[in-house]
Structure formats: structure tokens, C-alpha cells
């Protein structure tokens, strides 16, 4: 029942990472688009912005590929490199006084230090073999 749990979830989450990805995809498309119908008429922030969706676009294909085929990282077979995680899970926090922004970011935490606690583990074993 595990294996069939993980396989969902993993599919799911390829297909969200495909929808993110779709997006700095459109937008790479329609700039290419923009750019070969007037060459002369594009700032360099246009350019900036092009290799940044370009990037973003290939990191969330990475992660999506990685998802949908369950084949993580060569080093440690992960979908994120450790640092990844502690630098995402870092990043959650609690911003406001209401009561539901509180708990949000309360359950945020733990899922962070659960994060953290696999970027450990990954390191640790790394360092065994």
C-alpha cells in the first residue's frame, strides 16, 4: 500500500511542478516570439529576464522529470540537493498576528525541521560512504 501511496504522490507532484514549469515556458515563447518580429526594439532587461525564465524553466523540468520517473540525484538519489532543502526550509516563517498566518507557519516549522532532518541524513550518509 506504501508503494502505491508513494507512486501517487509522486505523479502528483510531477504534475505540479509541470504547471509550474509551463509558465516561464510560455513566457520564453512568447519573448522569442517578440524578439524576432522586432530585434531592435528589445531593452537588455528583456534579455535578463529571458535567460532567467530559461533557467527557471529548466530547473522545474528537472524536478518534474525527477518526479515523474522517481530518479533523484545521482550523489544521494534525492529530488533536491541538501542544501536546497535547508535553504528552502529556512525560509518559512510567521509574518502576521492572526490566528490562522500562526498555525500556518507553525506547521510550516515542522515541516521545514523535517526537511532539515532528511538534508542531514543525506549528508551524514555521504560522508559514510
Not at 516570439?33 to 524553466?57: M, R, S
Not at 544521494?76 to 526550509?89: E, N, R, T, V, Y
Request: hydrophobic content about 50%.
Amino acid at each position: 500500500m506504501e508503494q502505491i501511496y508513494t507512486v501517487i504522490i509522486r505523479i502528483f507532484s510531477g504534475c505540479i511542478l509541470s504547471f509550474f514549469a509551463f509558465v516561464p515556458g510560455y513566457l520564453i515563447f512568447h519573448m522569442v516570439i517578440g524578439i524576432y518580429k522586432e530585434p531592435t526594439n528589445v531593452e537588455w532587461q528583456i534579455y535578463l529576464f529571458f535567460i532567467f525564465c530559461i533557467a527557471l524553466f529548466y530547473f522545474l523540468s528537472l524536478l518534474a522529470y525527477r518526479a515523474f520517473t522517481g530518479k533523484g540525484r545521482k550523489k544521494d538519489g534525492g529530488l533536491l540537493p541538501p542544501w536546497a532543502i535547508i535553504l528552502f526550509s529556512s525560509t518559512f516563517g510567521i509574518y502576521k498576528e492572526e490566528l490562522r498566518p500562526i498555525v500556518g507557519g507553525i506547521s510550516y516549522l515542522f515541516i521545514s525541521l523535517a526537511g532539515m532532518r532528511v538534508a542531514k541524513e543525506r549528508i551524514t550518509n555521504k560522508k559514510k560512504a
